[in-house]
């Protein structure tokens, strides 16, 4: 018989609640699949600033909760709302939480009190497992903000009547980010001094969050199959290669899914007209509208590419602004662009409407609606990503039938399947060198068959929208890696 679990996840992010990027979408889908799996599902969340209570249907609960850190107690009160069958808790701490960004001022300078903020989070987490009683088989938590649950599970729960037998998973969504800060905080996060030591949480002097989770967690996982191989390498592991390889059969890849009750064409509440692989006359409806907004030429037979990408370094835009001029001024192509983060970056696509008039659309800042815009009116969509630890959009992107083009690296890799100049087939174009030559060598390939060969590109966006990378799949997948997470934890604490 197959095991019912209770899980808890602890993350940072969660849609519909807080979004900055892909890990909200991850942790607003997951545990509603596992749920519908059979499984107890929670999720604990920050109550930030910008979460709307009344939208949300948010209602008080408990009495307010104590928490200890390691050299003071803290309290905080709680909050309770329902994501379908999934209750989500929040924790409210006005001090950390009640702020205008997520982990960074306007300006993209990080909070200095963070890892204060998600230290405390992470154990009041816990500390609310404990006061529901829910006693969680499996802590699954997300990123650095919250990777020191199994380490507190290890170093402050393990004699705890409910928590001592809970194993836990760390899911890393990016390497990049490890959550590194100075030593001065460690007191007050209690992980206790003789575990500040390289292999563990110290870093250079400093405390790396994300490094001591791998090594407390029971078991770690990448968000695609891909990203977890690269991530094994010194050159894409951001030094933490050594650790990762450390956990051996215990580290591994799951690739993400999409939530098409969100994404997909046939529902989708946001856009102008919904279609299905079909019948795609609500496509072409999408694509003028998209023109009409972005005041470009309404003209239905010019290829369309769009990006809807947290401006940064990671994704590759500052490759594609040096291959974009080049094919703006060869090919016969529009582009629109959503995005926001990078000064410079937001300067160079704010600018180039101005410069591309009725060609080029773009709109700086974070916009749900316009999001599904672009995926639904888009011929393709582009992802030229220096590393990808899986990526939504391209996936998003297939079940509208708007062509990826990307970089083969991470989950582009794993779920974009390359063209066939000789067959038609494929449900993308990718390239491998992360250079402008290589970006606009692509978007020719792509545009070329657009105009060339049609019926290739109809073959694809057929393909394409056929796909399925649904969550229930990849549910199943974590079910695997949290029993192995619990085996390996009763076998740890066997041998003491
Ligand atoms: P990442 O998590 O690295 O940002 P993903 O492709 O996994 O990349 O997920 C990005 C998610 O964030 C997608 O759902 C995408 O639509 C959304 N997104 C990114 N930037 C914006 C924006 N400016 N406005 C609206 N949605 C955005
Ligand atoms: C991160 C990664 C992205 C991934 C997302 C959700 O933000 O950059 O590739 O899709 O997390 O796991």
Known sequence: MEPHYKIAHIASECVPYIKTGGLADMVGALPKALKKLGHEVIVILPMYAMIDYSRHHLQPTLGPLGVWMGNT???????????????????????????????????????????RRFGFFTRAALQ????????????????????????YLKIWHWDDLLLGQTASLLTIHNLAYQGVYSSAHYDYLGLQWGNFTPDKFEDHGRINFLKGGIQYADMVNTVSPTYALETRTPEMSYGLSPFLNGKGGNFTGILNGADYDTWDPSVDAYIPARFSSRDLRGKAICKRELQRRFLLEEAADTPVIGVVSRLVSQKGLDLLAQALENALQNMQIQFVILGSGDKRLEAFYGDLPGRYPGRVGSYLGYNDELSHWIEAGSDFFIMPSIYEPCGLNQMYSLRYGTLPIVRATGGLEDTVQQYDERTGSGTGFKFKDATPGAIFDTIGWAISTYYDR?????????????????????????????????ASHQTSAASG
């Open 128 to 151: 609310l497992c404990h006061d529901l009683g829910f006693a969680a088989d499996v802590i699954h938590c997300h990123d650095w903000q919250s990777a020191l649950a199994p380490a």
């Open 73 to 115: 107690e803290e309290w905080c009160a709680v909050h309770t709302a329902q994501m379908g069958e999934v209750p989500v808790y929040f924790i409210e701490a006005h001090q950390y939480f009640a702020r205008p960004g997520l982990y960074h001022d306007a300006d993209f300078n990080d909070y200095l009190d963070n890892p």
């Open 454 to 486: 049609p019926y290739h590109i109809y073959q694809m966006i057929q393909a394409a929208m056929e796909q399925d990378f649904s969550w229930e799949r990849n549910a199943k997948a974590y079910i695997d890696a949290y029993k192995k997470a619990i």
